[in-house]
């Protein structure tokens, strides 16, 4: 059901990661996160994965395109994080499964793809579409912080005892079928934090990137319906 492991490690020496989100707005929290990943795990690239029509929550508040521009405001001045608008270019809804098929594809069958989730994200996989299918297309990093863990599922119990791996090199040496357990900095931010205090007429700077929260301010982002 999982992917091996590659028989071609000499070959890999670079690994993509993705973090996929609605970012309703992109914040210090995901960013953090990102960096955070990258650095320590020495991925070569990761690509910010705005959905459109998200198969698994709430429909974004702000429109795709204000959400686009913010994160390219976000991470204009950071190597290694990228913008993958590829989701928001399809007007249906965005399954991870169908986004790793497609970059799969792009990337070739050696090529280190990470998916890069939050506890509470990873705590929900098996209800994903095609979930099984996930870890055959990459490998998952899961980003948690002090107190949280993934409780007693035993679908998940059982996908830690087989894919679990002991070394985070080993993200470098196999194209999918890992899954290794990140520790990341605990920024206590959320998207619905920084939409409630908009609706309430009151700052969010510092939560955000300066340009972000300029950008807001100047489109008249989240004055209404941020309550979600």
């Not at 204009?76 to 608008?85: A, I, N, T």
């Not at 499964?97 to 497609?102: D, G, I, R, S």
Request: charged content about 20%; glycine content about 6%.
């Amino acid at each position: 059901m999982f992917a091996h492991r590659s028989n071609t490690t000499s070959q890999l020496t670079s690994a993509t990661g993705i973090l996929g989100g609605t970012f309703d707005p992109i914040h210090f929290g995901h960013l953090r996160t990102a960096l955070d990943i990258r650095q320590g795990l020495g991925l070569h690239e990761i690509r910010i994965l705005p959905c459109h029509i998200p198969g698994h929550r709430a429909s974004p508040i702000e429109k795709t395109e204000h959400r686009l521009e913010m994160i390219r405001l976000a991470i204009d001045d950071e190597p290694g994080l990228l913008l993958d608008p590829r989701e928001c270019e399809k007007d249906q809804t965005s399954y991870t499964v169908h986004t790793l098929l497609e970059m799969r594809e792009e990337l070739g069958p050696d090529h280190s793809i990470c998916l890069i989730m939050g506890m509470d994200s990873f705590c929900t996989l098996p209800h994903w579409h095609r979930w099984q299918e996930i870890l055959t297309l990459c490998n998952i990093i899961v980003a948690h912080r002090p107190g949280s863990h993934f409780g007693t599922q035993v679908p998940l119990s059982s996908l830690l005892s087989r894919c679990r791996i002991s070394h985070p090199s080993m993200l470098l040496e196999q194209p999918a079928g890992g899954i290794w357990m990140q520790h990341a900095t605990n920024i206590a931010i959320s998207s619905t934090q920084i939409r409630q205090l908009i609706s309430q007429r009151k700052s969010a700077r510092y939560l955000l990137p300066d340009a972000v929260w300029n950008y807001i301010q100047a489109n008249q982002l989240y004055q209404f319906n941020s309550l979600k």
